[in-house]
């Protein structure tokens, strides 16, 4: 039996006590005893309704530096951070969107140098840049863009260079960020792939 | 940290104390206090080779919970009823009528008994925290000890003054009420302070402020001015009245069941409308109260706002939206019966408006209630063209969440408005033009959210939050601090045409309060559980990640399983204290009395508060 039936059963079973106790008993305080338990019975199998999503940390993938060969290996990890451990995709669209909190990022990669895109990144007061829309007026957005580099997100150097080598080919620029520089950084760093999917939230 | 829990363990004990040896507990706690100092130190340097403990079988997060939930509960009705008994106090010593001094100082007795389960809780809970949680406690205690000095002198004062107010009541009439109404305030500045400190705390964990540079003072202070300190304070402040309020109107609900005579069904009727009176009076601006704080959250860190209100926390508030919509149905209702048992024949001429309000409930709610995507199979969703309903998803955003709730703050309002106006005819030669300027002004406040509400479809969301949604709030507020006044002067010079009377209630008014205590008591659960999971896999946002077992937030239907357990096990204690409370008033009873004559008001009595008082009862 899974946890939410067992839950539910238990709900049920409280309800249906509640139930009993003011069908027969007449005692006043244990009626109000009985009231109360029905609608915290009847609230938990409401909430027990509702879809089920537990909050879980971000697994801890290794991400072997050895292991990126080309360009192309470490975009491929730097779209793993972009919808993950970087939280990008959270207020970013790739595309248009009216409803994104934040700019849309389809051929940012083009657009800008790789150099503006990490003082973006790590310093992202430093140049406000509002022509963001591709069209029309710049549009002004409520969300200030947090230092990547420091916590809560607090990416690593190679991890950076991943996401912008991730950003310049989904813009169909070629990768100018050279392997062996984002080797030299260092050796090993870890990925956290979190799971931020927000499916059935209302 | 350990002496904090010792001088809160200790402060547990101060109940069987006597008021006279209070001096000699004050001086046993300093030397206490110096001691402990040093053993903090070397407590918080061991903690750190062990970061967790559990309690196997139960595991050590559902202790916490449960132990803090309980600390939680208890310590905002011990720091609310202050705040109204103090006012009532105020009340009958201006109005020179002993039943609201009565009424006050019932209130108290409730505070006094409450008050050691809420140290003892606290104690409980600090044990628990430095067994279970040794790294986190030794880093908060390095950040915030200077403020857990003030919290224990905070706590001194604060027992001290409630002895005294509250023993002293009796011998400090005549002309020492001034001194104990003092006493009062002082009790309430105590309170607030108590309040304040460990929310800087809690507050800190979601959005910490970190010096590394400075005395252990500027680091603490820094750490304490965190951004949402002061929008929790002010939020906890007034839930804290609302919750006071909602218990004392179960409390009075429950003895108006039990009642044996009609005078115990007179007096505990009129507590329990006291007591929804609080309780509505608090709930009114605490939507926008919570409107500020989650403001501040989205300014502080936009990831923590977006996992609150759009993330897996996001039908947490459509829990939240019934919880509160059914209190709001509940506050109504219980005005509506005051109508219709207290003022006989009133009924008739409310009847329509009654109707009319109790529709605008039902479409607020349903409004309110409606998620922005729904629950639908893969099959229905591409029917659906997604999983946004075509129809209903329009209402599912937040301009059309922010305007419904307005809406239901202002009807909320109006039937207060009507109770109060019920059985009275005006007598003012403007009576009637400022009852139409009144029905006006209703009916463009009611426009105007609704326009705001439609128009924030159209605009950028940053306009709508900065502009249209606080402008809805000014225009609810205008309407409240409006109404009030006016209808207060109308009603000084108008003539009671339907006596009131108390102690008729039905039944289920018993139950319509006590239901909107347990709503309070859910939603405070319930968005205690969205503070801590809004942090997600941080004790301390960004700055010390929770590496254990429990570095997850249960889906909600276990985290309301366990809401609702708390909610049941704290009414219980507090069933069980208040009946400790007052088993001393049975034993004052003479056995023999026999049940007085059902009360009648005598013509021409004013009422003190809105809706009226029953007869002097000493």
């Known amino acids: ?142 969300a200030r863009m947090p230092y990547i580099h420091k916590n809560p997100i607090a990416l690593s150097q190679q991890e950076i260079y991943s996401v912008i080598s991730f950003l310049q080919k989904m813009s169909g620029e070629p990768i100018s960020i050279k392997v062996e520089d984002v080797m030299n950084i260092g050796k090993e760093s870890e990925v956290e792939v979190a799971s931020l999917t927000v499916n059935g939230a209302p | 940290m350990k002496n904090h829990g010792i001088i809160e363990n200790l402060k547990s004990l101060v109940p ?14 300093v030397l206490v206090l110096l001691p402990a100092l040093v053993w903090a130190q070397d407590a918080a340097t061991q903690a750190m080779s062990v970061e967790y403990r559990d309690i196997p079988g139960l595991g050590s997060r559902n202790v916490v919970w449960v132990v803090a939930q309980q600390h939680l509960l208890l310590a905002g009705f ?157 939020h906890r402040l007034i839930a804290n009245v609302v919750l006071g309020g909602f218990i004392c109107g179960a409390y009075a609900g429950i003895r108006y069941l039990l009642a044996a005579s009609q005078e115990e069904r007179e007096h505990y009727d009129w507590m329990g409308y006291v007591g929804n009176f609080i309780g509505v009076f608090g709930m009114l601006p605490l939507p926008f109260a919570g409107y500020w704080l989650m403001r501040e959250i989205y300014q502080y860190n936009q990831q923590m706002g977006i996992t609150l209100m759009g993330g897996f926390l996001a039908w947490l508030f459509i829990l939240q939206a019934m919880l509160i919509g059914v209190l709001f149905l509940g506050a109504n209702y219980y005005f509506w019966m005051g109508i219709t048992y207290r003022i006989p024949g009133s009924e008739r001429s409310y009847r329509r408006p009654i109707l009319a309000m109790l529709i ?75 009852k139409a300027v009144m029905g006006a002004l209703l009916v463009i406040a009611g426009i105007a959210v609704i326009v705001l509400g439609v128009w924030g479809y159209f605009v950028p969301a940053i306009i709508r939050i900065n502009y249209f949604s606080v402008a809805q709030v000014l225009i609810v507020l205008f309407v409240m601090v409006t109404f009030t006044p006016l209808t207060a002067i109308l009603m000084k010079s108008a003539k009671t045409t339907t006596e009131m009377v108390w102690g008729q209630m039905p039944i289920r008014a018993g139950y319509a309060l006590v239901s909107n205590a347990v709503m309070v008591i859910l939603l405070m659960s319930l968005m205690g559980y969205a503070r801590s999971s809004s942090r997600v896999h941080w004790h301390i946002y960004g700055v010390m990640r929770d590496t254990s077992d429990y570095a997850y937030s249960p889906a909600l239907g276990y985290a309301a399983a366990f809401m609702s357990l708390n909610t049941f096990v704290f009414c219980l204690l507090v ?19 026999k049940e007085p004559e059902p009360a009648k008001i005598p013509a021409g009595v004013t009422p003190a508060m809105a809706g009226g008082s029953p007869r002097e009862q000493d």
């Open chain 1, 1 to 142: 039996m899974s946890e939410v039936a067992l839950l539910q059963l238990i709900g049920l079973t409280v309800v249906g006590f509640g139930i009993c106790i003011l069908l027969f008993i007449k005692a006043k305080f244990l009626r109000v005893v009985g009231f109360v338990v029905i609608v915290l019975g009847t609230f938990t199998l409401i909430a027990l309704g509702v879809p089920q999503m537990p909050s879980l940390p971000p697994a801890i993938e290794t991400f072997d530096i050895a292991e990126v060969k080309t360009p192309d290996d470490l975009a491929s990890i730097g779209q793993k951070i972009f919808f993950s451990k970087g939280q990008c995709a959270l207020c970013h669209s790739i595309g248009p969107s009216e409803s994104a909190r934040c700019p849309d990022l389809k051929g940012i990669g083009a657009k800008l140098a790789p150099e503006f895109i990490y003082e973006s990144l790590t310093d992202p007061q430093a140049y406000i840049y509002l022509d963001f829309r591709h069209e029309g007026l710049p549009k002004e957005y409520p």
């Open chain 2, 16 to 29: 069987t104390v006597k008021p006279s040896s209070l001096f000699g507990w004050s001086v046993f706690w």
């Open chain 2, 78 to 234: 011990v720091l609310g009823v202050p705040i109204f008994a103090w006012v009532c106090e105020i009340v009958g010593w201006k109005t020179k009528e002993a039943r609201y001094d009565k009424l006050a100082k019932e209130f108290t007795k409730l505070l006094t008994s409450a008050y050691a389960t809420t140290a003892l809780f606290g104690g409980i809970l600090l044990f628990l925290l430095i067994g279970l949680y040794p790294k986190l406690m030794a880093y908060l205690s390095d950040i915030f000890f200077p403020s857990f000095i003030v919290y224990c002198l905070l706590f001194l004062l604060e027992t001290v003054t409630l002895y005294l107010y509250w023993y002293g009541w009796d011998a400090m009439q005549g002309n020492k009420k001034t001194f104990h109404l003092f006493l009062g305030f002082l009790l309430n500045v105590f309170a607030l302070g108590i309040m304040i400190v460990p929310n800087a705390w809690a507050t800190f964990q979601a959005s910490p402020v970190v010096v590394a540079e400075g005395t252990a003072i500027d680091r603490a202070w820094a750490a304490t001015w965190n951004p949402t300190w002061w929008p929790v304070n002010i």
């Open chain 2, 360 to 434: 605008v409930l039902m479409v607020c709610l349903g409004v309110w209630m409606t998620p922005h995507s729904l629950v639908a199979s893969l099959e229905e969703a591409r029917k659906m063209g997604g999983t946004h309903h075509p129809l209903l998803g329009v209402f599912g955003v937040m301009s059309a969440k922010m305007t419904v709730a307005n809406l239901m703050i202002l009807v909320t309002f109006m039937s207060f408005i009507m109770y109060w106006r019920a059985g009275k005819q005006e007598t003012a030669g403007w009576a009637r033009i400022a």
């Open chain 2, 575 to 593: 069933a069980f204290i208040f009946w400790v409370a007052t088993m001393g008033d049975k034993g004052k009873k003479i056995p023999d009395q």
